[in-house]
Antibody
Framework: QVQLQESGPGLVEPSGTLSLTCTVSGASISPSHWWSWVRQPPGKGLEWIGEIFHSGSTNYNPSLKSRVSMSVDKSAKQFSLRLSSMTAADTAIYYC?????????????WGQGVLVTVSA | EIVLTQSPGTLSLSPGERATLSCRASQTVSSSYLAWYQQRPGRAPRLLIYGASSRATGTPNRFSGSGSGTDFTLTISRLEPEDFAVYYCQYYGGSPYTFGQGTKVEIK
């Protein structure tokens, strides 16, 4: 049973940097998948933030590219998101996701999500 | 960037009725990379359909997907109480991967 669990602070100050980690269980971080982050502002739709491969290769959404970085730790079965210069518009539920597009399958496993609020 | 437009925004139906949800892409896309997700209140999205028409593991067969080019459809043949939720389409064939704005299926 594949499970993903986000961890990190639920409150970030304006202009601060968000750091989230996703821990994977029931699967390895292997060449079979990419690993993505998706966010959802309260009451709104889904936005893809970016993805990382086991090798450390990344793809980011151009709308966030200047503020995003991702990293992976295969041995710990974790991948991480950093989002800088946070504003109220970045308040959202952040999900980590297994991205199985290599097999043309889509985003097949999602974490439960963590609500991040940007406020002083 | 592929823009996905879903319609209608809200669908009001009764249990047992048929639901038809639409997703239109801003340009021709490969159906191999078109997915549908269900999101119940307070829950993470769940993959229902991938490759436009293939059911994901655990997806009941009352859910079916179809379409090609720019027009895609998710059909729920007979609504069960647990099907009242928000549904999103997604294109994952090229970065950035985009989602439609969602269709809410509510109880009439």
């Amino acid at each position: 049973q594949v499970q993903l669990q986000e961890s990190g602070p639920g409150l970030v100050e304006p202009s601060g940097t968000l750091s989230l980690t996703c821990t994977v269980s029931g699967a390895s971080i292997s060449p079979s998948h990419w690993w993505s982050w998706v966010r959802q502002p309260p009451g709104k739709g889904l936005e893809w933030i970016g993805e990382i491969f086991h090798s450390g290769s990344t793809n980011y959404n151009p709308s966030l590219k200047s503020r995003v970085s991702m990293s992976v730790d295969k041995s710990a079965k974790q991948f991480s998101l950093r989002l800088s210069s946070m504003t109220a518009a970045d308040t959202a539920i952040y999900y980590c996701v297994r991205d199985k597009r290599i097999a043309e399958i889509g985003f097949d496993y999602w974490g439960q999500g963590v609500l991040v609020t940007v406020s002083a | 960037e592929i823009v996905l437009t879903q319609s209608p925004g809200t669908l009001s139906l009764s249990p047992g009725e048929r639901a038809t949800l639409s997703c239109r892409a801003s340009q021709t896309v490969s159906s191999s990379y078109l997915a549908w997700y269900q999101q119940r209140p307070g829950r993470a999205p769940r993959l229902l359909i991938y490759g436009a028409s293939s059911r994901a593991t655990g997806t009941p067969n009352r859910f079916s997907g179809s379409g090609s080019g720019t027009d895609f459809t998710l059909t729920i043949s007979r609504l069960e109480p647990e099907d009242f939720a928000v549904y999103y389409c997604q294109y994952y064939g090229g970065s950035p991967y985009t989602f439609g704005q969602g269709t809410k299926v509510e109880i009439k």
